[in-house]
């Protein structure tokens, strides 16, 4: 007969050791760095080789890490990998949550779809512009300043902003930056009375500049380009928080940003 096959791993006991011990989730976060012996992860973690070595006992008893008996050092199998994975996503996510925990309390996060709201840990190292009596720019002002420099655009904006549509157009005729942009219906019959028929004709000839409008009212506003993303939340009773923008420049929370505009692109139709 084959060689049995090794107890299931217990799930129950897996987060009771990770989420009790920050020593065992240094050494899956150490060894995910690639295979270490015991006195490589020691400089790492930083605990006392007996703790450690405790860890790696019970780490090796759930099947999350591995030693190779010749060289003596340890890995994290196939298991491991995965587990690290989600823990780290996890504290990712608890850190993003605590640092703008009032940002999400005060507002409807009804226009970020659940998968996303799930990778909130994308926006790490983001930073919440706001303005105070003692910082009076608006944040609308910063993210002109941003934008400017910026190779490619993609938005979403159920609010019309005053100076939005002729920077827009500047960018679109004079920097050659590809534009996307969704918006309402209304917004965009707004942009259309604001707009000379000649400059909309222009607009339409341009391979640069897509413009979308989506049946469904967004209850949320953000753009995201090369460079950052900048989102901002309504407040529960449905008005938009001019005086709060969440900004981030980092590649993930930018990539977050391009998955929640292709969420709303997927469900809008091109009107210019």
Same mark, same amino acid.
């Given at each position: 007969m084959g060689k049995a096959r090794r107890e299931a791993m217990n799930q129950n006991n897996v987060v009771r050791m990770l989420m009790t011990s920050g020593v065992r989730f240094k050494v899956l976060l150490s060894l995910s760095e690639g295979p270490k012996t015991l006195g490589e992860i020691y400089e790492t973690v930083g605990s006392t080789k007996s703790t450690i070595s405790h860890a790696l006992g019970d780490l090796i008893e759930e099947g999350l890490i591995t030693q190779d008996p010749s060289t003596k050092r340890y890995s994290l199998t196939n298991l491991g990998y995965l587990v690290f994975l989600q823990i780290r996503n996890l504290t990712e996510a608890l850190e993003v949550i605590q640092e703008f925990q009032d940002f999400w309390l005060?507002?409807?996060?009804?226009?970020? @779809?659940? /998968?996303?709201?799930?990778?909130?840990?994308?926006? *790490?190292?983001? =930073?919440?512009?706001?303005?105070? @009596?003692?910082?009076?720019?608006?944040p609308? /002002?910063?993210? &002109?300043?941003?934008? *400017?420099?910026? =190779?490619?655009? *993609?938005?979403?904006?159920?609010v019309l902003f005053s100076d939005y549509p002729r920077?827009?157009?500047? &960018?679109?005729?004079?920097?050659?930056?590809d534009i996307e942009i969704v918006t309402t219906t209304a917004v965009y019959e707004k942009l259309l009375d604001l707009t000379p028929p000649e400059v909309v004709e222009r607009v339409r000839q341009l391979p640069n500049v897509r413009l979308y409008t989506i049946e469904e009212n967004p209850r949320v506003a953000f753009t995201v380009t090369d460079k950052f993303?900048?989102?901002?939340?309504?407040? @529960?009773?449905?008005?938009?928080? &001019? &005086?709060?923008?969440?900004?981030?420049?980092g590649e993930r929370a930018r990539r977050w940003g391009l998955n929640l505009f292709e969420h709303y692109r997927r469900?809008? *139709?091109r009107v210019l």
């Open positions: 005060t507002h409807d996060l009804s226009g970020i @779809p659940e /998968e996303l709201l799930i990778r909130i840990g994308d926006l *790490r190292g983001s =930073r919440l512009h706001a303005t105070t @009596p003692e910082y009076i720019k608006p609308h /002002e910063t993210y &002109m300043e941003m934008i *400017r420099t910026s =190779r490619w655009i *993609r938005g979403v904006s159920p920077e827009f157009l500047n &960018m679109a005729f004079i920097g050659d930056a993303i900048s989102l901002g939340l309504f407040f @529960p009773d449905g008005t938009y928080d &001019m &005086m709060n923008d969440l900004i981030g420049t469900n809008a *139709r």
